[in-house]
């Protein structure tokens, strides 16, 4: 399901908003195991043959972060748990990202007849990296105890599941056991909506506008010289303005629950070099231990620089 699609406007997200803040009335962890359980519905909805390797990979990830919240075990058998947890995702991972590029380049260099097609799940970058982040501040004696509802819907959270950003424990747990947060905040839902019309608007009307003009170079057909600069340039607008969108969506329904996501897109056509235009394109992944203030009138702040950030 797209953040752009009618089902998920006009009606997951409205459902999906109500049954938080009804829910709120009756106490802090029945939202938060309603918003799990949507997360977990979004993602099924185009991903539910791994719906299973999703839950399996919380399982896994929290049963480790036990251990080594736990701090019982010896500095090597830490080390050793937190090796294992960390291969662990990294194997599954590499298996669903590259075990097809493998497969055929050894076919290619050995002729093996080899072939390996594995569809690659939805989102699985951003809740491997996000909870391998988990598990090394966990090693560190930097997380506390929680609760599986709340680490459930940490991983799963759906504003960030389909183009991130990548999410700290540190910044996202502690508002998912806020209070305040359970009631509905009229400013709150209205900057949000507001975001999101404008991310909308870019993905829609500006990415899927341009698609016409990429299609002149990257189509059936061999361009010519002027087709191919011109697809050439528009597929760099459509890139910028699918990610920006998305990054925009995102915040804005967040911040209809409540909830501050992190600024994950800053204008990165404004670099100064390559290293800058990295920090500012996917801003989380090269700082996913840095600490981000949410504050709300920081957060607020940050949705409203991401939406005007084109």
């Known amino acids: 399901m797209l953040f752009n699609s009618y089902p998920f406007i006009f009606l997951f997200l409205p459902v999906a908003l109500f049954g938080y803040f009804a829910l709120g009335r009756f106490g802090n962890p029945l939202p938060v195991i309603w918003l799990a359980l949507a997360s977990l519905a979004f993602y099924s909805f185009s991903n539910w043959q791994f719906v299973g390797l999703l839950l399996g990979s919380i399982a896994f990830n929290y049963f480790i972060g036990l251990l080594l919240i736990a701090r019982r075990l010896r500095a090597r058998m830490r080390l050793a748990v937190l090796t294992i947890g960390v291969t662990g995702d990294l194997l599954v991972l590499g298996t669903f990202k590259y075990a097809g590029f493998l497969a055929a380049n050894l076919d290619a260099l050995f002729s093996t007849g080899l072939a390996v097609n594995i569809l690659l799940p939805v989102g699985i970058s951003f809740y491997t990296f996000t909870q391998i982040a988990f598990l090394v501040d966990a090693y560190r004696g930097k997380v506390a105890g929680y609760a599986l509802p709340r680490y459930a819907l940490f991983v799963t959270?759906?504003?960030?599941?389909?183009?991130?950003?990548?999410?700290?424990?540190?910044?996202?747990?502690?508002?998912?056991?806020?209070?305040?947060?359970?009631?509905?905040?009229?400013?709150?839902?209205?900057?949000g909506l507001i975001i999101f019309a404008i991310g909308l608007f870019k993905k829609t009307c500006l990415a899927d506008g341009i698609?016409?003009?990429?299609?002149?170079?990257?189509?059936?057909?061999?361009?010519?010289?002027?087709?191919?600069?011109?697809?050439?340039?528009?597929?760099?607008?459509?890139?910028?303005?699918?990610?920006?969108?998305?990054?925009?969506?995102?915040?804005?329904?967040?911040?209809?629950?409540?909830?501050?996501?992190?600024?994950?897109?800053?204008?990165p056509y404004k670099a100064r070099n390559i290293i800058d235009f990295w920090r500012r394109w996917h801003m989380t992944l090269s700082h996913s231990c840095a600490t981000i203030s949410i504050s709300r009138s920081a957060a607020i702040a940050a949705g409203r620089r991401c939406a005007m950030s084109t």
């Open 157 to 191: 959270y759906f504003p960030h599941l389909i183009a991130g950003p990548i999410l700290h424990h540190r910044d996202m747990i502690p508002q998912f056991e806020r209070s305040e947060s359970k009631r509905p905040d009229p400013h709150l839902i209205l900057c």
């Open 211 to 267: 698609q016409p003009l990429v299609a002149l170079a990257f189509g059936p057909t061999t361009p010519s010289f002027d087709q191919a600069w011109i697809g050439a340039l528009a597929y760099t607008f459509q890139l910028y303005f699918d990610f920006s969108g998305y990054s925009d969506m995102a915040i804005g329904i967040s911040l209809m629950f409540g909830i501050f996501l992190p600024l994950n897109f800053n204008s």
